[in-house]
Each structure stands twice: as structure tokens, then as C-alpha cells.
T-cell receptor
Framework: DTGVSQNPRHKITKRGQNVTFRCDPI?????LYWYRQTLGQGPEFLTY????????KSRLLSDRFSAERPKGSFSTLEIQRTEQGDSAMYLC?????????????FGPGTRLTVL | AQTVTQSQPEMSVQEAETVTLSCTYD???????LFWYKQPPSRQMILVIR??????QNATENRFSVNFQKAAKSFSLKISDSQLGDTAMYFC?????????????FGKGITLSVRP
């Protein structure tokens, strides 16, 4: 078990471009979360999945954001028509709802810079 | 909605000494969990310690312990025998009881520097 992995680790894009990030959770974890962290702040919840079902989305998640978790394994987060305000660290976490009281384990994050 | 407040933006401690990081929270829930996460510079967030609200006993993990005061809605982290590797940003986080949406609500974090 290698923990939660995220790719790419860094992404630089121009305003208006689309970007997609991938998260691979710990293999037996059925819950997967996306958070956004800006400099000097704590992470903010974006959305979460239980298996393949997306059960909640934050109001932070505008229509330009979409997340999927096909087959309940890896997840992707896509941002369309990126804006400079989207620059942040995007964190993925996973947990097992039947395990040790739903403790979340985080990946290394994808740092997005929008020029 | 839940809120988590970490009012100290930065702290510094001498190696081998003890330091306490403060956290307060606000919730109307009676059953919940509290966490401290550590985020070293340019490295991923890792769990330091967790506390179940229904447990009166304070959680302890090696050099890390908490002082959980449910009535006061206070959850401080004590680091004993501080080490250089403890230098990191520390986040306090709240989670409703497992079974509901178990998203984490984080505070703004505190930057801890351990001086040699």
C-alpha cells in the first residue's frame, strides 16, 4: 500500500485552458474527498464520493469544476476555462467508512498555477 | 455550520522543550471528531492525533497529546520534547460523526518552528 497518490504534482496553465487532475486513493478506501488549499490557509472541502457516487458538492465548486470517480476507484477533477483565482493546491484524501472511524489520509496535492 | 479557529498564526519553540498549540471550534453537534494534522514544508499532510468527542480521556500519541475541553469547545495540542522534524504547519480539524458526510472543516493553521 503506497498511500494516496496525485498526478500531476505541479501544473502551470494559461487562463482559459482546461486542466484535469487525477487522484488514486488507498486501494481499500471507499470514500474519496477533494479539498482546495490556498497559501496560508487551511484546506476547504470541495466534494466527496462514496464508491462511485458523488454525494456532496461545496458551493465553492462552480459550474466550471467537475469531478468523477468511475468504478469507485481513481477520481479526476477537471477545471474548465481556468481563472487566476483557481490557482491553489488541490488535495485529495481517502478513507474507509467501515474502518478506523473514517480517518482521512491525504495525497501530496497538485499545485495549480494559472497565468 | 461548524467553524474552527486557530488564533495563533506562528509559534516558535526550542528543541527539546514543550509547546502547546491552541484551537477552538463551534458546533451544535454532540457527536463528532477532532483532529490535528501536520503539513511539513512542501510535503503532504499527515495525521498527528484524533479525539472522539464522546471520550472523556484525552488522546495521546507518543510525544503528542491533546487537552480536550468539550464544554469550552477547546482542543489544544501539546508537543513534548520538540524535535527539528516537528517544524511544520499544524491544522486543527473538525468532523461530524462518521456515517454523515465526513468532510473535514479546518482552521487556518499555525506555523511551528523548532529552533536548534
Amino acid at each position: 500500500d503506497t498511500g494516496v497518490s496525485q498526478n500531476p504534482r505541479h501544473k502551470i496553465t494559461k487562463r482559459g485552458q482546461n486542466v484535469t487532475f487525477r487522484c488514486d486513493p488507498i486501494s481499500e478506501h471507499n470514500r474519496l474527498y477533494w479539498y482546495r488549499q490556498t497559501l496560508g490557509q487551511g484546506p476547504e472541502f470541495l466534494t466527496y464520493f462514496q464508491n462511485e457516487a458523488q454525494l456532496e458538492k461545496s458551493r465553492l465548486l462552480s459550474d466550471r469544476f467537475s469531478a468523477e470517480r468511475p468504478k469507485g476507484s481513481f477520481s479526476t477533477l477537471e477545471i474548465q476555462r481556468t481563472e487566476q483565482g483557481d490557482s491553489a493546491m488541490y488535495l485529495c484524501a481517502s478513507s474507509f467508512s467501515g474502518g478506523r472511524k473514517d480517518t482521512q489520509y491525504f495525497g501530496p496535492g497538485t499545485r495549480l498555477t494559472v497565468l | 455550520a461548524q467553524t474552527v479557529t486557530q488564533s495563533q498564526p506562528e509559534m516558535s519553540v526550542q528543541e527539546a522543550e514543550t509547546v502547546t498549540l491552541s484551537c477552538t471550534y463551534d458546533t451544535s453537534e454532540s457527536n463528532y471528531y477532532l483532529f490535528w494534522y501536520k503539513q511539513p514544508p512542501s510535503r503532504q499532510m499527515i495525521l498527528v492525533i484524533r479525539q472522539e468527542a464522546y471520550k472523556q480521556q484525552n488522546a495521546t500519541e507518543n510525544r503528542f497529546s491533546v487537552n480536550f475541553q468539550k464544554a469550552a469547545k477547546s482542543f489544544s495540542l501539546k508537543i513534548s520534547d520538540s524535535q527539528l522534524g516537528d517544524t511544520a504547519m499544524y491544522f486543527c480539524a473538525f468532523m461530524k460523526h462518521a456515517g454523515a458526510n465526513s468532510k473535514l472543516t479546518f482552521g487556518k493553521g499555525i506555523t511551528l518552528s523548532v529552533r536548534p
